[in-house]
């Protein structure tokens, strides 16, 4: 029995222990090089984290006692890099079954163990906006998720305080999803503008339904409420601003189209999602205050993103569009930092202006910069520890940090970090997943779907 | 006689504005770049002079009497370095990868390795401009995707408006090796099927090269007047040591196979591409004297059980080993960030000079093109960019390129859309 007992208890404690484990950490960061982001950078400099949020900063500061100490000598501190578009760590993407898929949300799909999560970690990768697919003119809604990589809890991804956000596309995909592969409305740019018009048009309506129903009951008990509509009912949030719209988007004229559509509705907030030819309306967006999420150089993977330029991020960031640089991929979010550093080459970009687009402006995009996005006291201690620049391809991230607790170490963590191994396949198979740079994770799903259509053109 | 000025002087403007819409043309003569920093690769860091004349490298040194007729270009503060070589790309061949019709690596046919890569290069490609003003001045373009034998590939510089003024010196044709591998979520076939599909595939590969070996004796046999079959004739100089075979090959169990299987058929001249699990069986290429080139360095591991890293660090991981390694982007429109997946090999456990040699020196030896390309040497080709500093750092700005001889505009789409948009006219209000 004895030689059972600890066996027992580990089984007995394991899931209370994955549950305390995963809450907030303490630490000190000694002596470090930190880029705040917001409060330019400082030499010689620790850091100091008390359950899981950033207490102190500051010169020759002493751990409180029973806090461990990073010794960051020569080593480039910053705020855990967040990425405004990414497809990890949840198990769908795409409801590519109709144009306006705005009842579903990725956010029921959260896969803890999903090892892109530990992979981003080691990128400095801290939080993502899981996002739907952009197989639907309206998708479904997103879900902003921190990198806890270790609890086997979904609930533990959501970001506490996070605004929700929904998924909008425009162009090729939606075109090719619905109009070519299934024979309905949008087929083309055209029909993309009235499938999103429609969505908003009957969320409208029955926002207003709603609410006389609502005024109609305080005076006749036996008032009908509309029939309950949970595709208008998300859709009512967009109109109201509690929903943010991100909008996958590629050329000029549709972002023009949907800028429009914004300004009929009333909706102020709206983040471009790609927007490859954003840099041709940059004056537009930034006088309507949109925000760009874009890629650092991806171009010619298909034909809406012939005429582009690695140069965009410049140009829109020079034209005052709050501009972000996101992954799409479970790839390009382990390095974007070095994506932000391409902005040096293509155009310029200071240190401050780079490392920005990959930290406070892609948190202001997602609603979170109060929390996260720079190193400042009060915030949520989610750091990144490099060995030399990030923004120097020799930068290495060390340590990442996500509320106080190291997720990623580069000296001690062991090879396989995979939560979930099947005991049938402990040699894990070979699969290249990003053996082609050109593939659009953004049609997960799709593909799969109509394989059968796709063998048969 | 007013008016005709006038009509002059719009014509010259109309005519600005219609060259305007694409990349200026290179320019040829006698260059001295002076007071430059000079990483010869081969021969150390030397500061000097470089004098171009007849598109080679006339003179370099410190003491470097520059021709009265030169055009001197001052490289006070900049480094210059041999072009860079892509060791795998699809510029020129591919376009827009979602646009099939657009692309022209990936011909019909297993057998097919008589399509020459070289026949389908677009020398207007935007790509091409994009690539060679990052200092990626030369690229192997290699055809494949379906095919087990998918064509000839061919080395080209990125300078020039036919085929033939871009090709500079290497064909090789292309075996993509079988696999039982998988490796993509379009791979729908069962474990068991597709060890099967692989072992046919493995016998169908014996039996071309069987018939290759045949018809090497029956063009012997015939004087070198065999029956008309252009699959074979591609494949008899590779067959005879002649011509070297390429071999794309990843994982790491089809890397021992395709060992096995060149040393069995005794294949002189092989080089293995692609290589993403070279780490696994790095010893095994060393012992086998199999040089690779590999790439992209910048991916996800091939396992999800696999150290994070492993991509990243699979070129140091093979040099360690005693593989001779270059590198590639294995991309189409983004050949650019070659020395990007260099410096992901350097700070992973390359180093930088190893990096460096990776896409300048080690692919021209193992394109047999070392004679011209590959490092700054008197002889060479005038083949080489400045930079305001190392040019794997992304903030660092590529400031004069040569190809050939060549003086390159620093022009391309993606600076003409800057030019354009940095500061748009009219801007919100017309």
Known sequence: MKKYFHLICLLAFSPLFLLAQSKAGSLLIKNGTVLTITKGNLSNTDVLIVDGKIKQIGANITAPAGVKTVDATGKFVMPGIIDAHSHIGIDAVNEATNPITSEVHVGDAINPMDISVYRALAGGCTSSHAMHGSANAIGGQCQTIKHRYGTMNPEEYRMEGAPRTIKFALGENPKRVHGEGRGIQPRTRMGVEQVIRKGLEEARIYAADLKKYQEAKKTNPNALPPTYNRRSEVLAGVLSGDILIHCHSYRADEILMMLNVCKDYGIKKITFQHVNEGFKVAPELAKFGASASVFADWWAYKFEVYYSTAYNATILTRNGVLTSINSDSQDYIRHLYHEAAKTQRYGGLTDDEALALITINPAKQLGIENKVGSLEVGKDADVVIFDNHPLSIYGVPQLTIVDGIIRFDRQNDADDQRLEVDPIKATSTYFRASADHNDDRCLEGVYEMTLDWFKDK | ?430
């Not at chain 2, 065999?226 to 089809?254: C, I, S």
């Open chain 2, 1 to 430: 006689m007013m008016k005709n000025k006038l009509i002059a002087a719009l014509a010259i403007l109309l005519m600005v504005g219609a060259l305007r819409a694409q990349v200026a043309s290179s320019t040829k003569g006698v260059f001295a770049l002076t007071n430059a920093t000079i990483q010869t690769v081969t021969k150390g860091v030397v500061q000097g002079t470089i004098v171009l004349q007849d598109g080679k490298i006339a003179a370099l040194g410190t003491n470097v009497t520059v021709p009265a007729n030169a055009k001197v270009i001052d490289c006070k503060g900049l480094t210059l370095y041999p072009g860079f070589i892509d060791g795998g790309s699809k510029v020129g061949i591919g376009e827009i990868s979602a646009v099939s019709v657009t692309n022209d690596y990936d011909e019909v046919g297993e057998l097919a390795p008589q399509m020459q890569a070289l026949t389908a290069v677009n020398p207007s490609s935007p790509a091409v401009a994009v690539t060679r003003v990052g200092g990626v001045t030369t690229a192997l373009i290699v055809p494949g995707g379906s095919g087990r034998f998918p064509g000839t590939a061919a080395l080209i510089n990125l300078v020039g408006y036919t085929p033939d003024q871009m090709y500079t010196g290497f064909k090789g044709v292309v075996l993509d090796f079988p696999t039982a591998g998988g490796g993509s979520r379009f791979d729908q076939r069962s474990e068991e099927d597709r060890k099967k599909d692989e072992e046919k595939a493995q016998k169908r590969l014996n039996d071309i090269w069987a018939q290759a070996v045949l018809y090497s004796k029956i063009d012997s046999a015939t004087a070198g007047k065999p029956d008309y079959n252009p699959e074979m004739a591609a494949l008899l100089p590779v067959v005879r040591g002649q011509q070297t075979l390429l071999v794309e090959v990843d994982k790491a169990e089809d890397i021992e196979s395709a060992i096995k299987w060149v040393q069995a058929r005794k294949i002189k001249k092989v080089i293995f591409t692609g290589v993403a699990e070279g780490w696994r069986v790095a010893d095994k290429l060393a012992k086998a004297n199999i040089p690779v080139i590999t790439g992209p360095v910048i991916d996800l591991p091939t396992r999800s059980a696999d150290r994070y890293d492993r991509a990243y660090a699979n070129p140091g991981l093979l040099k360690k080993a005693g593989v001779k390694v270059a590198i590639r982007s294995n991309s189409t429109e983004n050949g650019r960030n070659l020395p990007f997946h260099a410096g992901f090999a350097a700070a992973y456990g390359l180093g930088k000079e190893e990096a460096l040699r990776a896409i300048t020196i080690v692919p021209a030896e193992l394109l047999g093109v070392a004679d011209h390309l590959g490092s700054l040497e008197v002889g060479k080709s005038a083949t080489l960019f400045a930079s305001t500093g190392d040019p794997m750092e992304p903030r660092s700005q590529i400031v004069h390129v040569f190809i050939d001889g060549w003086q390159v505009p620093l022009d391309s789409r993606h600076i003409q859309l800057y030019q354009e948009f940095l500061k748009r006219s009219p801007g919100v209000d017309k």
